[in-house]
């Protein structure tokens, strides 16, 4: 391997080299292993080395940043250090997929199954071994596609779904339950979490420090970095870091095109249709549908009627 320089940083003697998405190398040579760190100092896995023999195949999981272990058509997981992950062998080892963009980071956890006629028992485990699921969820996986996905959450916490039947469980990396039997689960790229719907309700799961509260009757989108949500007959709108930027308390929240900075909003109170700064302060009322402002200028009007202007000082029209 050669530097961005063009140096040669690992000679050219292995029979293959793997960059690990840490940035390491791990080289084979004789079927012997050699970790290089960052400064290409290499250092010889004499723990793995020594297990090689032991099982009937080792090799590197590059989705996984952990050796698969085989014996007798099935599998565990060795770490760098040669210790093993599960004690339990499994017939299929595998990293689970995201709802959110990875950016080539190493999956939290893996889930590992077992055949059973015709469907699977899974696990899901996190990357130091410790099981996650308190018992196993059967599956069919048909075509080989398991029902487990993780989130990353805006906080950096991980949120873990698994499917049960038809209904999903969420839960922490360390195996706590953060929600079950919800019918649908969803990360939501405006307010950067994940949403999950069950008997009609929704929940924001924004911190994985409590369990979910299923309270909101509807959640929608409203711009890149906000949402629109309803509960009890009230609308309101979320952004992406947790706090309410217009409360819960108007009838229904409408759009206004051309505001991307959420300067102001268009609201329903009481069935009279309002345009409001963000304190809350009415500007001026209205009865259209449709409202856009570009400028100095609201260009609004009803459906079916022709478009309409107004002027900031709100002029008779």
């Known amino acids: 391997m050669i530097d961005t320089t063009g140096k040669l940083v690992i000679p050219i003697e292995y029979d293959q080299v793997l960059i690990l998405n840490d940035g ?3 080289g084979t040579k004789d079927k012997q292993y050699t970790l290089y760190n960052a400064e290409w100092i290499p250092t010889n896995l004499t723990e793995v ?16 940043n952990l050796f698969k272990v085989e014996k007798q058509g099935k599998f565990t997981l060795m770490d760098l250090n040669g210790k093993l992950l599960m004690e339990q062998f499994y ?10 963009p990875s950016d080539g980071l190493v999956s939290p956890v893996f889930l590992a199954a077992n055949r059973i006629n015709q469907e699977y028992n899974v696990d899901v485990y996190n990357l130091s071994g410790h099981s996650i699921t308190p018992a196993s969820y059967r599956q069919a996986a048909e075509d080989g596609y398991f029902d487990v996905v993780y989130s990353q959450l805006q906080s950096g916490e991980y949120i873990v779904s698994i499917k049960n039947k038809s209904m999903y469980d969420g839960y922490d990396l360390e195996g706590n339950l953060l929600f079950n039997a919800a019918s649908e689960v969803s990360f939501d790229y405006s307010i950067y979490t994940v949403i999950a719907e069950k008997n009609g309700k929704y929940a924001i799961l924004d911190k994985t420090t409590e369990a979910a509260d299923f309270a909101y009757d509807n959640i929608q989108f409203y711009n890149e970095k906000s949402v629109i949500v309803t509960q009890k007959g009230k609308s309101g709108i979320l952004e992406a870091d947790g706090n309410f930027i217009l409360p819960l308390k108007y009838d229904e929240v409408l759009d206004l095109y051309g505001v991307p900075e959420l300067t102001e909003f268009n609201v329903k109170v009481d069935g009279q249709r309002q345009v409001i700064d963000s304190t809350g302060k009415v500007l001026f009322e209205h009865n259209c549908d449709e409202l856009f402002k570009e400028g100095d200028y609201y260009e609004m009007r009803r459906m079916g009627e022709p478009w309409i202007i107004k002027g900031m000082s709100f002029p008779r029209t």
Not at 91 to 100: E, G, K, P, R, W
């Open 49 to 64: 080395n020594d297990q090689l023999y032991k099982w009937d195949s080792i090799n590197f999981d590059l989705n996984l």
């Open 91 to 100: 017939d299929i080892i595998q990293a689970v997929s995201s709802l959110t």
């Open 24 to 26: 390491r190398v791990l």
